[in-house]
């Protein structure tokens, strides 16, 4: 069913190319991405990609459900109509305990399976406990993911532009009389994106997926008041939490596991790195996660990376795995998690406004969720369906009365 509706979706990370795609699927051909650095150059190409069925409960659990099976059939589709891997697998995970000095009788205390862990975990482990198995967890190639997704919107008629939005411009639709207490309507739209140094782009709807830099885009609102409300506010409760990864290359056991890390450092401190490998025989490993904060780089290619993180990062894989002393880190690298300011995503239409859509916030959970976020906004937007996850994540909830004197 073809949809001649131009559409405009703001960021180049996973939830931008999930909802273009899914928008696509839905029959619009006319996608433009716009995107600030390249695509995936922020969490989404730089995170674990790490994929679990039922860790969440209620109706969120309900939705990163539908997000995880249809991250399997996703895959496939990809392999088999593209010729594209993202290295999708299932996986067994475990939470093993270590300490950076073993005890002297060190021994597994308390395991919950029969199963043995691959042998080449080397470290001393304390207590081990099986999180998941090829029924309940998996991962991706996040970075792979994205690019795929924005090829297949590309394949279709859509395109990416790169630059940097840096506000709107709008119109008042001066037919609209009636007053709107629920804020389903909105007599101001959004008619063109204005772009640093090039020409702006005209569309229908447009979707802000900044992932942490979205709190960026409140000023282009700043003076877009309806109902004595301030649209800026749903905006500006997102912020970016930095950490660190990095990944040895190559020639690794690629056996489908995943390590979610108790380490009790010798400071006595407890940290929670997890280590991921992957099919291509790659070692990424993450951790660290810092305060939240809205002074973020420029660039996701440009966020500051502290040696000694990827160094205690590089320190604890080698203890888990000995094999890795022979190895080099190839990448070592940093990026923000986008984080609102109750934990839950903004997703849905900014409210005070008729056309503008918003899909931040995802926190640890973006690449998991972002298939059902793609899917569930698309309904929102093409048919008006809000689905009861979403209406969670609506950002109206942060859309404060401004007082006035
Ligand atoms: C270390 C780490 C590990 C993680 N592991 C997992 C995991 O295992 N599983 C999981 O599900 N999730 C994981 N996550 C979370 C997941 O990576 C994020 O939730 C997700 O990538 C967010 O995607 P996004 O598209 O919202 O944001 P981003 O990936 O940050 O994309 C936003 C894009 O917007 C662009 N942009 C910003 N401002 C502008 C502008 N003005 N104009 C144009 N473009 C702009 C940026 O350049 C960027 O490309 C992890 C995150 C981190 C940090
Ligand atoms: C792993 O086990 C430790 C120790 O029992 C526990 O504190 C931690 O919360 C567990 N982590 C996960 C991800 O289940
Ligand atoms: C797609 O939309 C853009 C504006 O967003 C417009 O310039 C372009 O002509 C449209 N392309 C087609 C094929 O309709
Ligand atoms: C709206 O809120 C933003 C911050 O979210 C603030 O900077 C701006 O001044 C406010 N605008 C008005 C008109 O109150
Ligand atoms: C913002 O971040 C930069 C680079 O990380 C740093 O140099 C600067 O001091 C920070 N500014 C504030 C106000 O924290």
Redesign the pocket.
Known sequence: MANSNRICI????????SIGFHLSEAGCSNITI??????????????????AKNWRSGVEGKFSESSFLAHSELAKRLKNEFSIDVMYRRLTTYNISVSETPDKKSSIKQTNDNQSLPKWITADIREKEILGNEDTTA?VH?GLL?NALVKVIENRGGRVII????GFLFETITTHTEKDEHHQTSPIRAIKLL?ENQEPIEADIFVL??????Y??APWFRDAMIFKENISHQLDIISG?????IVFKGNQPTEPYAFFLSYRSNDGNILDP?V?PRSNGDIYV??FSEQHTQNLSD??NSVPIDENSCERLRQIAMQIASTLKDSNVEIKQA????QSHDGIPIIGRLHGLNNVYV????????????LATGAQLTQLILKGEISPYLKQCDPGRFFRHTSHK
């Open positions: 703001i960021g180049g990370g996973v939830i931008g190319a716009v995107e600030r650095t390249n695509i995936a150059c922020g969490a989404s190409g730089r995170s674990g990609g790490f994929l991962q996040p994205t630059g940097k939005a840096n772009i997926a900044m992932g942490p830099w979205t960026q885009a939490v930095k950490a660190h990864s997890e991921y993450c951790g660039s996701g990026c923000y998690l986008p899909a931040a916030g995802h926190s640890c959970w973006g690449i998991l969720n972002s």
